[in-house]
C-alpha cells in the first residue's frame, strides 16, 4: 500500500470501524467508515492489496487499495441470534492463501458448535 499507514478504530459513537490511510508526511491520504461493528476484524485480503473487513456474526466488506467498496456479503445467520452472543463463543479467522474466512462458533456449556466457511472468488 504504497509505504503509507493504515489505521483501524472504531468510533464510540457510532459504534462503527473506521479505516485511516496516512502518507510518511503524517497527511491524512483517505477515509473509510464502514457499516460493520467494532466487533469486526480487519486484514489485508488477496495479492492485489484489497482490505477485508469481517464482523463474526455478520457481513463481511472488500475494499481495493483506495477503501473503494468492492462487495459486501453476509454470512449465513445462525441459531445464535435467537440465543444471544453471550451464550457462544467465537472464533473467526481468514487465510490469505487459501482466500477464505472461517468461523466457528461454540454454544458455551454444551457440545454443540457450529463451523462456516466462505471463500471469496473472482468473476
Known amino acids: 500500500m504504497n509505504g503509507h499507514l493504515i489505521l483501524t478504530y472504531f468510533s464510540r459513537n457510532t459504534r462503527h470501524i473506521n479505516l485511516v490511510e496516512v ?14 461493528s467494532e466487533n469486526s476484524f480487519v ?19 472488500l475494499l481495493d487499495s483506495e477503501f473503494n467498496l468492492l462487495g459486501t456479503c453476509c454470512l449465513p445467520q ?37 463451523l462456516t466457511t466462505f471463500r471469496l472468488v473472482e468473476e
Not at 43 to 61: C, F, M, N, Q
Not at 95 to 106: G, K, V
Open 78 to 114: 445462525d441459531a445464535n441470534v435467537t440465543l444471544g452472543l453471550s451464550n457462544w463463543l467465537i472464533h473467526l479467522h481468514y487465510n490469505r492463501e487459501r482466500n477464505e474466512i472461517a468461523r466457528f462458533l461454540h454454544a458455551v456449556g454444551t457440545q454443540s458448535g457450529m
Open 23 to 36: 502518507d510518511t508526511s503524517g497527511s491524512v491520504v483517505r477515509r473509510y467508515r464502514s457499516s460493520l
Open 43 to 61: 486484514d489485508v485480503a488477496h495479492s492485489y492489496d484489497r482490505i477485508i473487513i469481517t464482523e463474526p456474526l455478520g457481513g463481511t466488506e
